[in-house]
Structure formats: structure tokens, C-alpha cells
């Protein structure tokens, strides 16, 4: 391919074409497939395989939206094919994360024709599964990275604690681990000799977000005050940089850090002395124990979490020692994570909790968390129960926002109104341990859609690999809800319209280029 003159979905998107297929609502996109994309038996990969993806596609596959904005697929030519949507829909770039071919309706990954570099050979439940290259793939490089190719011919993914997983790099019985590391692995993967490893920040962001159903965390200088008070540098020395010294806070709810979207809009910096004249300027006074009480209500407060995670209570700890530095108190509620992830706890009252301290998962394109930001019983996500109209009027109008560069504008004019209200208080994100055998030239951590062999097709130096996975996929069915074992799995045997760069940049696999035509009225 020549990458230079590839037209990008995002590219398209900023100049709607008028010339090709007439759409015949307010907005189409054409796909022209890549005219090299073969299946792995060699026959094209054809835009009758779009159609039949959106027809038997039913969930949310790899992170893509459902397809029920479709309202049909007008297949143009073998390698061209018309997606048509009654209104703009913005995500439009999330669809077809996975092609399926014409004709199948696979129940497991053994049924179904691929189009990655590398196709499925056998799976010992319970053990190991293993895939091998295509020698006749159709790409001439690694389709996403652009990279020449490289010459690992077999890939054996076990399934191993990840516990055990560095012993298992140590001793030579896996070459490529990826994990969730704690400090002990962190310290010993920095001591093993002839090993790699890179630390980065992965899809889980910790936050704290307060009810905003109380009378007193409802307004806006209580939660100033607080954010104020609360050190995010403190709590990242006593939790992750333990693990990874160069982490830094995160300061977005919409977009992870490193990523092309990223804009920083969290700009509070540790003030006690600011935070308690907030207080006092607001009528707040401490009672004979030291508790200010404002309004007639003690700032008094439960604080909950869950109890597996030694760093929740460490965030606790720093976050108790500087409230009371102000004269505000915290009491836990740490529960084990079955108790703690109930809808009745998690949407509770503020008689419930007044305090939270958990992680969301960063998606690749933010639709998925849109109910986030929304007030009352469209807000399905809005744990915190904060409402304010125009930020929900703005995440809302991403739904048909088209132009990608637009729509992320518009995402973070609303994440900014979110922080600068102090909705919740972002921490950071929890670092990813990528570490491999130097034999193994390649690796790039890139956790979008769980895809850290995004690149796999260029590496080198061994032929045969082992990789480690911290679990055993449940279900290997392309079309299910896939775990991200599967996930991982999947993305080295079965392309989409796109695959995603380690920044969230959106990169042509099986198509060639796509047209964004949208006229309204």
C-alpha cells in the first residue's frame, strides 16, 4: 500500500465529497475495500462481505457500536460499498470492527475465514492456543504500522496467573507478557537480566467522584474546596509510582493521555489553605471536634471503594490525611468488588455513600460512555448523579457530529465544563507492564480494543513465540461479546475497516480509503 497517498477516514471526513454514489438520506459513507484484502483462502474480501457483517453483526464486537444507525448497504462494486444512515451518526468510524464473510455465521473463530497475517491451527482448552502465518496474506507490510514484515511464523498463547507470569519470562517458557503490574512484579522485571519491558498508561483510570446528590457535595465551592485539598501528586507517590516513577496525573475524562484527542482540563493544584478559606467564606466553621459544619450539615463523609486493591487504600489514607487537614472527615466503606459493583450501591443515595473511588475502562471512541454526562434516567453510567444541561446538550450532539476532528473538539468543550464544575477528580491511569525476551524484536504496547500484537506482523527474530495471557478467552466466537484474551487473539486473525495506532489514531486496514458524504438539509 502506499501509505503516503491513502486518504484516512479522518482526512475524508473533513472534506465531504459530492462526486460518486448519489447517498439517498442525509449521510452515507463508501468504503472502497483495499484491492490486494483477500480472505484467507485467497478469494477478495468484496463489499458483499460489509453487507453481511451488518447483517449478522449483533453486538458490539471489538469495541465497535451496534449497526442499528444502518439503514442499508448498497454494495457498489466488488471492492466499493455504500453504508447508509438515516441521520449523521457520529461514530461512524467504530463500525466494522470485524469483517465477516458473505455467508458465514460463525459460532467460534474454528468456523471463520480470516483476514489478519496469521490463521488459527488449534486451541487445547484449558492449556494453549495456537496460530500460524498465512504464507499466501495478502500484505506486502504490517498493514497498521506500515513496518516491513517480519518472520514469526507461530504464535502459542498460554494462559497463566499473573503471578507466575515473570517466572515464566525468566525461565524461557514465554517470550511476551502483557499485565496489570503490581510493585513487586514492577521492581523484579526491572532486575531480570536480558528481558525488555516497557511500562505504559493502560485503559483503567482511577477517579473519585462526589454524590452530587448531597446537599452539600451539590455545590460547587464544597467540591472546590476538596479538589483543593486533595493531593493527586501525594496519592501518585504512594500508589503507582511505585511501579512506574514517570507516571503523571490525568486530567481528561474523554480522551486517555498520549492519545491524538488528549487535552488537559483538570487544573487544580494542592492548596490546603485555599481550600479551608473556601470553607470560611462560605459560611463553614469547626465544631468543638474539629469538623466544619457548613449549612448546619458536619462535613463528615463516607468514603467507598472496593477492598482487593491495595492502592484504593492508599488513596483513601492520602485523602483522609488532607481533608482533615481542613477540617473535613472520612470514613470507609470498602467492600469486596461482587458487593461494591451492584446497581443498588453504586446508584445509592447519598445516605448511601458521599464519596466514590473507582476505575472506568477507556474505550477507543467515547459514544459507549456518552450516558455518562447525562442528567436523570438517561444517564445509565452517571454514577455520581451530576447533571448539567449544556454539557449533556454537548455530548449528545457528538451522536451526528460527523467530522472526527469536530466531534473531539466538541468531546472536550464538554470535558472541560465537566472539570472545571469539579464533577469528580480524575487520578491516573494504571499502568500496563509490556515485557519480552530480546530475541523478540517489535512489541508496542497499544492497549485500544486489548490489541498489543497490533503491530505482530513485523516482528522478528524468532519464529516460533510464546505469549502469555493472565486468562483463557471465554468465547472465541467473532460475532459474541469477546473478552480481551480474545480479543488479543482475534486481532492477529481478523482485520476491520480500521485498526487503531497505540495514540487512538484510526488507520486503514482492509480499506483502501473511505468517502464521507453528508448533506443536510
Not at 468504503?31 to 449478522?56: K, N
Not at 489553605?273 to 458536619?298: H, M, S
Not at 472520612?330 to 464519596?355: C, E, I, K, N, Y
Amino acid at each position: 500500500m502506499d501509505r503516503a497517498s491513502t486518504t484516512t477516514a479522518a482526512a475524508r471526513a473533513d472534506q465531504a465529497l459530492q462526486a460518486g454514489p448519489e447517498c439517498p438520506t442525509e449521510f452515507c459513507v463508501v468504503y472502497h475495500i483495499d484491492p490486494r484484502a483477500e480472505w484467507s483462502d485467497g478469494m477478495p474480501v468484496t463489499g458483499d462481505d460489509f453487507a453481511h457483517t451488518v447483517s449478522v453483526d449483533r453486538t458490539a464486537v471489538a469495541g465497535s457500536s451496534d449497526y442499528s444507525a444502518v439503514a442499508g448497504v448498497e454494495v457498489i462494486d466488488q471492492r466499493t460499498v455504500m453504508v447508509v444512515f438515516e441521520e449523521p451518526f457520529g461514530a461512524w468510524q467504530t463500525l466494522f470492527g470485524r469483517v465477516i464473510r458473505m455467508g458465514e455465521d460463525p459460532a467460534s473463530i474454528a468456523e471463520v475465514s480470516t483476514t489478519g497475517p496469521f490463521r488459527f491451527v488449534g486451541w487445547e482448552e484449558g492449556d494453549r492456543l495456537t496460530v500460524a502465518r498465512d504464507p499466501q496474506w495478502w500484505g506486502s507490510e504490517d498493514t497498521l504500522s506500515g513496518a516491513p514484515l517480519g518472520n514469526v511464523a507461530e504464535i502459542t498463547f498460554v494462559f497463566i496467573d499473573d503471578t507466575e507470569m515473570l517466572g515464566a519470562l525468566a525461565d524461557g517458557e514465554v517470550d511476551v507478557i502483557v499485565t496489570r503490574p503490581d510493585q513487586a512484579m514492577a521492581e523484579a522485571v526491572s532486575s531480570l537480566d536480558g528481558v525488555d519491558h516497557t511500562f505504559s498508561p493502560g485503559p483503567f483510570w482511577e477517579h473519585i467522584d462526589f454524590h452530587h446528590g448531597h446537599p452539600l457535595l451539590s455545590q460547587r465551592w464544597a467540591r472546590e474546596a476538596m479538589s483543593l485539598a486533595i493531593d493527586r501528586e501525594e496519592i501518585l507517590d504512594r500508589t503507582i509510582r511505585s511501579i512506574s516513577p514517570e507516571s503523571t496525573p490525568l486530567d481528561s475524562t474523554v480522551f486517555m493521555a498520549g492519545t491524538q484527542r488528549y487535552e488537559p482540563h483538570y487544573d487544580v493544584a494542592h492548596d490546603p489553605e485555599r481550600a479551608e478559606q473556601i470553607l470560611l467564606d462560605n459560611g463553614c466553621a469547626r465544631g468543638a471536634d474539629g469538623i466544619q459544619v457548613c449549612d448546619g450539615i458536619e462535613m463528615s463523609f463516607v468514603w467507598a471503594s472496593t477492598n482487593d486493591d491495595p492502592a484504593r487504600r492508599e488513596i483513601f489514607e492520602s485523602a483522609r490525611e488532607d481533608l482533615a487537614a481542613i477540617g473535613i472527615a472520612l470514613r470507609s466503606d470498602l467492600r469486596s468488588p461482587s458487593a461494591f459493583v451492584t446497581r443498588d450501591f453504586l446508584f445509592g443515595g447519598p445516605d448511601v455513600w458521599q464519596l466514590i473511588n473507582f476505575s472506568w475502562r477507556a474505550r477507543p471512541d467515547p459514544l459507549t460512555s456518552n450516558s455518562t454526562y447525562f442528567c436523570d434516567e438517561a444517564g445509565d453510567l452517571n454514577v455520581n448523579r451530576y447533571c448539567s444541561e449544556q454539557v449533556e446538550s454537548l455530548v449528545r450532539s457528538t451522536e451526528s457530529i460527523t467530522d472526527p476532528g469536530e466531534r473531539a473538539g466538541t468531546y472536550n468543550r464538554a470535558d472541560r465544563g465537566y472539570l472545571e464544575d469539579r464533577a469528580l477528580i480524575p487520578l491516573y491511569q494504571k499502568p500496563t507492564l509490556m515485557a519480552w525476551t530480546p530475541e523478540v524484536q517489535g512489541p508496542e504496547p497499544n492497549y485500544t480494543l486489548s490489541s498489543d500484537l497490533w503491530n505482530v506482523a513485523s516482528w522478528t527474530g524468532k519464529e516460533s513465540i510464546v505469549v502469555a495471557l493472565n486468562s483463557e478467552p471465554a468465547d472465541m466466537n467473532p460475532l459474541a461479546e469477546t473478552d480481551d484474551s480474545a480479543n488479543v487473539i482475534l486481532g492477529a486473525l481478523m482485520y476491520g475497516a480500521f485498526g487503531m495506532s497505540p495514540s487512538h489514531e484510526y488507520l486503514p486496514a482492509l480499506v483502501e480509503s473511505v468517502d464521507v458524504i453528508e448533506s443536510r438539509p
